[in-house]
């Protein structure tokens, strides 16, 4: 179980080791590890080795911590939670933080600012994806959580 950062509890149905085939999308959560830089140097290598075979991947809040750690936000415009926006530039001189916007869009690399710019992102993909390729089941929530079983084993947050 992972508690994220604004208090919710996610249950992975299996990590991201499990992971095979296709994925389309990759939806990084927030999480309170990273204030601590506990980032499981695990997820951040998978991230890395993934990460070119992905249509896109986004971050809601302070998911953009663990992209910046893989090195995909490197020379690239990002956002996360306001609150947050000093340490990520501080932490990652190379990310090209914007502390304004709800949700930036740089390539196929998406970053939303808070919780519910999360959901406006989340709401922005949908729209934009030819309904016949639209699985949430099958493409989307495979990735969407299997992240998270890592990060909360790393983070000791239950």
Known sequence: MLL??????LEAHRSFRQVRGVADTLLIVGVACFEAGREDAAVVQWLQRIAHRLRRIGSICTGAFLLARAGLLNRRRATTHWK?????TRRYPAVKVEPDPIFV???????????TAGMDMALRWWRRTPAPTWHWKSRVNSCCTCVAQEVSRSSALH
């Open 84 to 88: 947050y926006c000093e340490l990520l």
């Open 4 to 9: 994220t950062s604004c208090g919710p509890r």
């Open 105 to 115: 869009r740089d390539g196929n690399l998406y970053t939303s600012a808070g919780v």
